[in-house]
DNA sequence: CCGGATCCCATCCGATACTG
DNA sequence: CAGTATCGGATGGGATCCGG
């Protein structure tokens, strides 16, 4: 342990040598959507190798982030209270890294968990409490996701289900969140395609999620 | 740069790329006190390799997080406005750290720069406001800090001053800080030793600063 | 000195193969 | 499905050396 270890006396330090290693946050970002089993999470982070995965759930747990939680013949990861309280901080590093986020390249992919965590950071209570309840279905590259906004809640999950509008978009839906192309703008070029429902509920889901770039 | 690269299109893997390698974060947070000299760098981060120094400092330096300023005959690193967006990240950390802080080992060190954004963690401005401004003069360990609260603004320097309250302390500050020790529990099991001044103004240092742990 | 660059070795990571 | 085992290459740690 001394050699991973910063030598100093410190909140930072401690917080580094907790969550610091490569992988670590991005599996806390991943478990903050939901428990997941080991093949979950290694399907979330494709490039993970498999050695690395299970050498930082053990780490993890033995920092107290996570847990190993045998149920009904599966083994399942979840945060501890402790690990949940990594939140606010993995949202602030999403929406701090969101503004170096370039065009998205060829060999970089998009996981619905990232995604959904992508849309709590970018998430706006105030203003969706001023707008109707309303349902999206996104499909974001190999993600489906289920948007329901309702008041100032937000509610992700996997799936489909009854929606207003559903839509599809690739990386670049990046530039709606952050306001760089305007709804009408994105669907005239493109970068989103309306399935069904109303176009213009597109500038409801713009307004609703965003993101400073 | 294809290697160290998470290869998702997301938020968190990208500021994780910017600023998720090892010693990067400690340097920000360094730098977040204010600007400094590569050699006060290294002396702030007694573990860290010089070649390891200086590729971060580089790489952070890309990544636009810090400058290299050249300034009458020595160069001088600082944050850019970029850089100085981690504060609330580099402090929720700290705060998320501190909890895990057990007792000090004794090969653990403390630093002024750490101290101080432990400080800026812990500080309260809305408990401060209510109180009288106050000086403390705090040596924790090798540093020397001079600590100067004002109604809702903390101000944290190296070195001397006049002060109302000065006293010396180890890393066991942290049950100070933390309330697992009230101030003269403090002063009696000699965690905390007061040099000068009137030995209460260490309940209002407690109350002006308080983490959880 | 200060601000690094270089070298060498230990450790860690990535890719793949393998097992209960 | 949930991990271990293994191995080559990349990265970090520590010491030393160099140019201004």
Not at 24 to 37: E, H, K, N, Q, S
Not at 129 to 150: C, F, K, M, N, Q
Request: hydrophobic share 45%.
């Amino acid at each position: 342990m001394a050699a991973r270890d910063y030598g100093q006396y410190c909140g930072v330090t401690r917080g580094l040598e907790l969550v610091g290693e490569r992988w670590a946050l991005l599996i806390v970002r991943d478990l903050l959507v939901g428990p997941r089993r080991y093949g979950e999470l290694a399907a979330g982070l494709p490039r993970i190798p498999s050695n690395i995965l299970a050498a930082r759930l053990k780490e993890l747990q033995a920092a107290g982030v996570i847990r190993r939680v045998p149920r009904s013949r599966v083994i399942i990861y979840e945060l501890t209270p402790y690990g949940r309280e990594l939140e606010p901080i993995v949202l602030a590093l999403g929406a701090w890294g969101f503004k170096a986020m370039g065009d998205p390249r060829e060999d970089q992919i998009i996981t619905s968990d990232s995604m959904t965590m992508a849309l709590r950071t970018a998430f706006r209570p105030q203003v969706a409490s001023t707008l109707p309840p309303t349902a999206y279905g996104a499909h974001l590259g190999p993600a489906e996701l289920l948007i329901r906004v309702d008041g100032p809640t937000l509610d992700v999950t996997r799936g489909d289900g009854p929606v207003d509008l559903a839509f599809s978009a690739g990386p670049q839906i990046r530039r709606l969140i952050s306001g760089e192309l305007g709804p009408d703008r994105a669907i005239a070029t493109g970068v989103v395609d309306v399935l069904r429902g109303p176009a213009d509920l597109l500038d409801r889901f713009a307004r609703t999620f965003h993101l400073a770039a």
